[in-house]
């Protein structure tokens, strides 16, 4: 794993997007397909605005996955993730295949089956992710299933997860923030050739002190402490977030 500081989140965004570019880039002058997995998050705005704004990257190679999903919200709901990647991804360049979760699937084991098996197909080869405010992954609050067997699964959301998208103004109340979600799996989010976590903001300090710090060890209480353990983790942080770490 590999921590880089930038002064600002614009500056940041920029950095962790010039490192994703790359990565595609190279990926898909070699690669007939090119698999990708995204978050959706406000922390990855700005990054997914200089992404998709890079030059020479074949996006008609990318297959595109998704690390998490709402059970029980509608496509064209406000928070929900595939709507976030439809209006700042797949309607912005020309992705050549979408594997979406249906997080208004009427069986939701059955859909994590289905988008587990597309996943596990072949290797992704890059996954765009965040840290959240309680140091989660995708939606695997702590304490986080290190040794799930299947690639997505059915998770309960916790209080501070909940309130954190209370907080980034996704929904009206915490009432109104769903319980649970269908999440990629911390062992298949290992598997990842190549990690590109973008965590700006003061509000997630805490989570990376415990999660990334010198003297911080890998717990399933601090899901994102896993990252330590890949070769190929580039985390992006701007000041207000790494404040707490050590120097």
């Given at each position: ?23 595609l ?7 007939q397909?090119?698999r ?12 997914l ?8 990257i074949?996006?008609?190679r990318?297959?595109?996955?998704h690390?998490?999903e709402y ?5 064209d ?12 991804v797949?309607g ?5 295949k979408?594997?979406?979760?249906n997080?208004?699937a ?16 072949a290797?992704?080869d ?14 695997n609050d702590?304490?986080a299933?290190f ?7 059915v ?7 909940r309130?954190?998208?209370l907080?980034?103004g996704?929904?009206?109340t915490?009432?109104?923030v769903?319980?649970?979600?269908i999440?990629m799996t ?19 300090a805490?989570a990376?002190?415990?999660c ?20 190929k983790?580039?985390v ?11 120097k």
């Open positions: 794993m590999q921590i880089h500081v930038y002064d600002t989140k614009e500056i940041c965004a920029k950095f962790a997007a010039e490192r994703g570019a790359e990565i880039r190279k990926a898909t002058s070699s690669k397909s090119v990708a997995v995204f978050a959706s998050a406000a922390s990855q705005i700005e990054f605005q200089h992404l998709t704004s890079a030059p020479g074949d996006w008609k990318v297959e595109l996955f690390l998490d059970i029980g919200i509608s496509e709901h406000p928070a929900s993730f595939r709507r976030f990647l439809k209006e700042r797949i912005v360049v020309p992705i050549g979408v594997n979406f979760i997080g208004s009427p069986d939701a084991e059955a859909e994590c089956k289905r988008i587990s098996a597309l996943l596990d197909a290797p992704i890059v996954g765009f992710i965040g840290i959240g405010e309680n140091g989660h992954l995708a939606f702590p304490p299933d040794e799930a067997k299947q690639s997505y699964k998770v309960e959301l916790d209080q501070v997860c309130n954190q998208q907080g980034e996704w929904f009206p915490l009432d109104a769903p319980k649970h979600a999440s911390i062992p298949a989010i290992m598997r990842f050739e190549n990690i590109i976590c973008t965590a700006p903001d003061a509000r997630k805490q990376v002190k415990d990334l710090s010198d003297s911080a060890s890998v717990s399933n209480m601090h899901p994102a402490s896993i990252m330590k353990q890949h070769a983790a580039y992006y942080l701007d000041k207000p977030a790494a404040a707490l770490l050590n």
